[in-house]
Each structure stands twice: as C-alpha cells, then as structure tokens.
C-alpha cells in the first residue's frame, strides 16, 4: 500500500499519541507504586529520604574498647538508636523490641547482614563497660558506642538526633560502685530523640523509623527500606 503524506502524518499522530498513553499510564503505574510504598512506610512509622545523607566522618570507642569509625558502617545495614543505659523507659522499652527485631530478622529469607547500635548520650556514666553490661540484658552483638562528647554530638547531628546536655545532668557521677549509687544512677534522665537511624552500605543515612518501636513493624520497615534501595 502507498503511503500518502497525509496518512504518514496520521500513522506518526497514531504512534506520538500512543506513546504519550504509554508514558502517562507508565507514569501513573508509578506513582501508584510510590504512593503504596509511600502509605506502606507510613504505616510502620518509617520514612526514606530522597537523597541520602553523607555521615559526617567520626572515631569513637565500642563497647569492648576498640575503636570505632564511620568506615565501620560500609558494607552493611545498621540501625542506629541514641539512648543511655540508666534511662528509665524508652531506651529499654526500645531495646527490648530490637532484641526481638534481631530474632525475628535472623529468620526473614531476604534478610541482610545487619548491626544494631547503640549509641550514647551519657559518655560520663557509659563507658566501654556499662555498654557491655547493659547490651548483654539484649543481645550480645549488639555494638555499643560511646566516645568524647562532642564526637557523640557529631554524630548525633549526623542522624538528625536531638538530646539535653548530660554534663549539666550526670557529670556528678563518675562511674558506678563507690562513685555513684543505683539510686543516684536512676534519679536523673536525658531528653532525647527516639527515632531510629537506617544506614545504608554506603554510610549514608537513607531512612529513619520513628516511634513507638514494635519488633514486627521494624522487620516490614526494613524489608520495604531495602526492597526500595
């Protein structure tokens, strides 16, 4: 069949106009992936930042005196929570559900090599010991870190973490046994933020979980975080 102009300008309309239905409802299908992907993080608390943050380069100590640095974080998935072992409510509350995060994870078939991290807001009382102490209450692989006070706060800001200044709370207390009582360790509290920090293999901080922290809903926020990586 002879092709007339006119039909070539009607052959070239059909296919720009198929193309075009073809990107719009691509597009939609989408956005409608988005937004349930969206409404699903939403749903367990968790949001994905559209571009990573860069965690600012930081050296502190694990809870077995080693030392600890942002290239630590490469390679793997790490949840990061800033607490302190004497808090009276949500850091055990909320390490009890990473501990049954950690045993509900270990049994997910897609699951990563993952670290759970602790970090503290009360260097003068959380040293590499209290830690250590405190961790083997959860899970003893979980890492615990602590350092000077202004590579805390780094780090801290890093993760978009917001807590008081416990100097002007705690520097009173230099330890536990003779320096400090159980009862003078329990009568103080730090305010601090309690979401927690999702790092990515690349050490950036890609998504961030907020509270309340429910084991379950962590194993679905990470899956979807990790699904959308």
């Not at 075009?20 to 608390?45: H, I, P, Q």
């Not at 004497?86 to 990473?98: N, Q, S, W």
């Not at 830690?131 to 890492?143: A, G, Q």
């Amino acid at each position: 069949m002879r092709l007339t102009p006119s039909l070539k300008l009607g052959l070239i309309a059909f296919l720009a106009t198929d193309l075009a239905l073809a990107f719009v409802f691509g597009a939609l299908y989408f956005l409608r992936s988005d937004l349930k992907l969206e409404d699903d993080l939403r749903n367990v608390g968790a949001t994905i930042y559209q571009e990573p943050f860069q965690i600012e380069a930081f050296e502190l100590l694990d809870q077995n005196s080693r030392a600890y640095v942002s290239e630590d974080l490469e390679g793997k998935w790490s949840l990061i929570f800033f607490g302190f072992t004497a808090c009276p409510d949500i850091c055990p509350i909320t390490m009890a559900e990473l501990k049954k995060f950690a045993d509900l994870w270990s049994d997910v078939e897609s699951s990563k090599e993952l670290d759970i991290i602790l970090a503290t807001v009360d260097p003068n009382n959380d040293d590499p010991n209290a830690l250590k102490e405190y961790l083997t209450n959860f899970n003893p692989n979980f890492i615990g870190l602590t350092g000077h006070q202004v590579d805390l706060a780094g780090l801290a800001e890093s993760l978009f973490v917001g807590y008081g200044d416990s100097a002007a709370t705690s520097n009173h207390f230099s330890g536990r046994g003779e320096h400090g009582t159980a009862k003078d360790l329990e009568s103080y509290t730090i305010d601090h933020s309690s979401h927690i920090s999702v790092i990515s293999p690349e050490a950036q901080l890609f998504a961030v979980i907020r509270p309340p922290h429910r084991a379950r809903d962590l194993v679905k926020a990470l899956e979807l975080i990790i699904a959308s990586y």
